[in-house]
């Protein structure tokens, strides 16, 4: 298997078992086939947009219905190759090249499949423990159990029309953020928190330190924004939720975003833009990424002034990275901005605000799921198939889905290989 055969495979593989997740949604509820297919990719994806809203309630659906949103969720975080590495593919070069199509690095243990025996582990540890802190917070059960499933897996679908915000809980709210950060980390970082009984590479980790730093400066900004309408105390209330859940792609929501001023959703929208860190459950650019094109750019003012004659790199933490991974890195994000805004352009086109198309179409390809209400089932056909894609593409980070739709595409033009005397 060479690397494409593997970018096909993961690629087709998220199309099937949103094709698999949506049956029982359209058999169990009131959605269309369309629709139902959306809510499974949204679900599989770890977005989080729903159909579920305007006439369609959530709180409506049956319990088994419930819990099988979440499931997929949950087990879609942490990745359908990972999945399928441990119940069906043997250990080999054909699944670490699955393992790296889905658009994962890390190598914890010394082979692919210990190293996913090990984050599942870890995966199933975190889950025990949220499912319990949700519960000694005043959580019913059930409910501790689907909002566990979908915040650590930071998909952020609730059983609640209103989402988080239905419960009023500052306790909940804490525990929901402790869960979304916890699946926005590196599981590298987990393992070595867990496993090796160290706290100084989490304290260290450049990508935690980014998700805090980037959070606290767009936190500030967002209360004195929120202030206007809100006291502080409760701006600083609803302002450190939503960008916990924007940055680590959760989706969870305390309040209505699509009555935010264009300001506070724009903060919103470069929060979903930058992501969570690499080898998490979390989506859109990454943190590393993040990190590297702005030491780039610090990089280039400084070789202005320094001597022609003088060496100069990019190091995060103890790596060093090569001129051909800033370039990397700086492709990936100037590919996926391009997309973002060729669909928000189409959400436009359909007759939507230039913010909220911007915001919706950041949050499905980010893998996010907050809405300003664009998302439903009286949505333009298009506009569904973009999202759809959108949910698509940024679950794989674009590459692999272009190389299956090249593939795709070009198939009827190929000629079969004759063999000729």
Same mark, same amino acid.
């Given at each position: 298997?060479?690397?494409?055969?593997?970018?096909?495979?993961?690629?087709?593989?998220?199309?099937?078992?949103?094709?698999?997740?949506?049956?029982?949604?359209?058999?169990?509820?009131?959605?269309?086939?369309?629709?139902?297919?959306?809510?499974?990719?949204?679900?599989?994806?770890?977005?989080?947009?729903?159909?579920?809203?305007?006439?369609?309630?959530?709180?409506?659906?049956?319990?088994?219905?419930?819990?099988?949103?979440?499931?997929?969720?949950?087990?879609?975080?942490?990745?359908?190759?990972?999945?399928?590495?441990?119940?069906?593919?043997?250990?080999?070069?054909?699944?670490?090249?699955?393992?790296?199509?889905?658009?994962?690095?890390?190598?914890?243990?010394?082979?692919?499949?210990?190293?996913?025996?090990?984050?599942?582990?870890?995966?199933?540890?975190?889950?025990?423990?949220?499912?319990?802190?949700?519960?000694?917070?005043?959580?019913?059960?059930?409910?501790?159990?689907?909002?566990?499933?979908?915040?650590?897996?930071?998909?952020?679908?609730?059983?609640?029309?209103?989402?988080?915000?239905?419960?009023?809980?500052?306790?909940?709210? @804490?525990?929901?953020? *402790?869960?979304? =950060? &916890?699946? !926005?980390?590196?599981?590298?970082?987990? $393992?070595? /928190?867990?496993?090796? +009984?160290?706290?100084?590479?989490?304290?260290?980790?450049?990508?935690?330190?980014?998700?805090?730093? @980037?959070?606290?400066? *767009?936190?500030? =900004? &967002?209360? !004195?924004?929120?202030?206007?309408?809100? $006291?502080? /105390?409760?701006?600083? +209330?609803?302002?450190?939720?939503?960008?916990?859940?924007?940055?680590?792609?959760?989706?969870?929501?305390?309040?209505?975003?699509?009555?935010?001023?264009?300001?506070?959703?724009?903060?919103?929208?470069?929060?979903?833009?930058?992501?969570?860190?690499?080898?998490?459950?979390?989506?859109?650019?990454?943190?590393?990424?993040?990190?590297?094109?702005?030491?780039?750019?610090?990089?280039?003012?400084?070789?202005?002034?320094?001597?022609?004659?003088?060496?100069?790199?990019?190091?995060?933490?103890?790596?060093?990275?090569?001129?051909?991974?800033?370039?990397?890195?700086?492709?990936?994000?100037?590919?996926?901005?391009?997309?973002?805004?060729?669909?928000?352009?189409?959400?436009?086109?359909?007759?939507?605000?230039?913010?909220?198309?911007?915001?919706?179409?950041?949050?499905?390809?980010?893998?996010?799921?907050?809405?300003?209400?664009?998302?439903?089932?009286?949505?333009?056909?298009?506009?569904?198939?973009?999202?759809?894609?959108?949910?698509?593409?940024?679950?794989?980070?674009?590459?692999?889905?272009?190389?299956?739709?090249?593939?795709?595409?070009?198939?009827?033009?190929?000629?079969?290989?004759?063999?000729?005397?």
């Amino acid at each position: 298997m060479q690397i494409r055969h593997a970018m096909m495979i993961s690629s087709l593989a998220w199309l099937i078992v949103a094709f698999v997740g949506s049956i029982p949604l359209y058999l169990l509820s009131d959605l269309s086939f369309f629709d139902a297919y959306f809510e499974a990719m949204s679900a599989w994806t770890g977005t989080g947009l729903t159909m579920f809203t305007e006439t369609l309630s959530v709180e409506t659906l049956p319990n088994i219905l419930l819990l099988w949103r979440s499931i997929q969720q949950w087990a879609g975080g942490i990745g359908v190759i990972l999945v399928a590495m441990i119940v069906l593919i043997r250990p080999g070069v054909s699944a670490a090249r699955l393992y790296l199509a889905e658009a994962r690095a890390e190598k914890i243990k010394p082979t692919f499949v210990s190293t996913v025996k090990v984050i599942w582990k870890i995966y199933v540890v975190y889950t025990v423990v949220g499912i319990i802190l949700f519960v000694l917070v005043g959580m019913p059960l059930f409910d501790s159990i689907n909002h566990c499933l979908t915040g650590l897996g930071t998909g952020g679908m609730s059983i609640k029309d209103s989402s988080l915000a239905y419960y009023d809980s500052v306790n909940i709210e @804490i525990v929901a953020i *402790f869960l979304m =950060i &916890l699946g !926005a980390i590196n599981f590298t970082i987990h $393992y070595k /928190l867990l496993y090796k +009984r160290k706290l100084r590479p989490l304290l260290r980790d450049v990508q935690v330190q980014a998700l805090f730093a @980037i959070s606290g400066l *767009f936190i500030l =900004i &967002l209360i !004195a924004d929120l202030s206007k309408v809100y $006291y502080p /105390l409760e701006a600083t +209330r609803r302002a450190l939720f939503q960008v916990f859940s924007a940055i680590t792609c959760c989706g969870f929501s305390t309040d209505v975003i699509a009555n935010w001023s264009d300001i506070s959703k724009l903060l919103i929208i470069l929060l979903m833009i930058c992501g969570g860190g690499a080898g998490s459950t979390a989506g859109a650019v990454k943190l590393v990424r993040i990190v590297v094109v702005f030491k780039m750019l610090v990089l280039q003012i400084r070789r202005a002034l320094l001597p022609r004659n003088a060496i100069t790199t990019i190091k995060i933490g103890e790596t060093s990275f090569s001129d051909k991974d800033v370039l990397e890195a700086l492709l990936f994000t100037l590919v996926y901005l391009v997309f973002l805004l060729v669909g928000a352009f189409i959400l436009m086109w359909l007759g939507n605000g230039s913010m909220n198309s911007f915001f919706e179409m950041a949050s499905a390809q980010g893998n996010v799921g907050l809405s300003v209400g664009i998302t439903g089932p009286s949505l333009n056909p298009v506009g569904k198939v973009v999202l759809t894609l959108g949910m698509w593409m940024g679950r794989l980070e674009i590459i692999p889905t272009l190389v299956f739709l090249a593939n795709v595409a070009l198939k009827p033009f190929k000629r079969p290989n004759t063999l000729t005397e």
